[in-house]
């Protein structure tokens, strides 16, 4: 089974669904918690034989113009209700908005209300790009001291890979980015970086044990040699996170869907991005640009 010599494949794979995720930023734009936005989260609770719609809210939030600033989506973990997050609201605005609510559902009960200003929000997306700069730049210097500088790039271009895929999944799905989506990206780098480093170390070992051999069929052999230990790995990670995301609540459904999505591109990018980058940029120093 020849994984890198099908690299051209596995680099298609890859940009389409950075495409997709692009365009979708594009036209559709990121679904920015108030984390970083600036605003007011209204949690309202009904009881369950109660219905109501997004619409039915939003033409609630239309009484006071604040249908068009707002975003309203219904929840059914751990109770049935709608999270309404909209512009800054004074303590007499959100209670005039909760009465309006509770006027015409007398069973709507407000579970929290948060509230963040944009000075807190801009501070937190440049914490938020500070934390991964800095993940960045040290994983740079460990796998440089470690290995190569050119397996540094590598593994930097793979991480980088799996950011995008998760961040335009958000975007496609339109899943609210939070502060524990920030947590789930650093958490995403370390995971797939570790993965990456275990086929990393194997390329060595076999660089020094056959010297004469391509280096192509060496890489190839130490993804194989390493894939079976990926996949165990990834698989039983992926069942604790399946399993805290069905059952673990509303409150971190967030940062384990973001999990989930990077752990599945964290493993495909180590096998089928960092290896073969190695390769390819193998080829480019001696062919020129061939890939």
């Not at 501070?123 to 540094?152: D, G, P, T």
């Not at 509303?250 to 290896?275: Q, R």
């Amino acid at each position: 089974m020849d994984l890198i010599k099908k690299r051209r494949i596995w680099y298609i794979i890859s940009l389409v669904i950075i495409g997709l995720g692009l365009i979708s930023m594009l036209f559709q734009g990121l679904n920015l918690g108030i984390d970083f936005v600036g605003g007011t989260l209204l949690d309202i609770k009904f009881d369950d034989t109660t219905t109501v719609t997004t619409a039915d809210i939003r033409s609630i939030l239309a009484e006071y113009n604040l249908d068009k600033v707002s975003s309203i989506v219904e929840t059914s973990d751990p109770y049935k209700g709608v999270l309404i997050r909209t512009a800054n609201l004074q303590a007499d605005e959100q209670a005039n908005l909760i009465s309006s609510i509770q006027a015409k559902y007398p069973d709507a009960e407000n579970m929290r209300t948060e509230q963040v200003g944009p000075s807190i929000g801009k501070e937190l997306r440049l914490k938020a790009l500070l934390a991964l700069l800095v993940a960045s730049i040290a994983i740079v210097l460990y796998i440089s001291l470690r290995f190569r500088f050119q397996y540094a790039i590598a593994a930097i271009v793979a991480l980088l890979h799996d950011t995008f895929i998760v961040i335009g999944l958000f975007s496609i799905f339109q899943l609210e980015i939070n502060t524990p989506f920030v947590a789930a990206i650093l958490t995403i780098v370390g995971y797939s970086i570790n993965d990456t480093i275990v086929i990393f170390d194997r390329i060595r070992e076999n660089v020094k044990l056959a010297r004469k051999t391509p280096f192509e069929v060496v890489c190839n052999k130490a993804v194989l040699d390493t894939l079976p230990r990926s996949i165990n790995t990834s698989v039983t990670t992926l069942l604790t996170v399946l399993a805290i995301l069905l059952f673990g609540g509303a409150s971190i459904k967030v940062f384990m869907t973001a999990l989930l999505f990077g752990v599945i591109t964290g493993t495909y990018s180590s096998i089928f991005v960092a290896a073969p980058l190695l390769v390819t940029w193998k080829k480019w120093v001696a062919e020129g640009s061939k890939i």
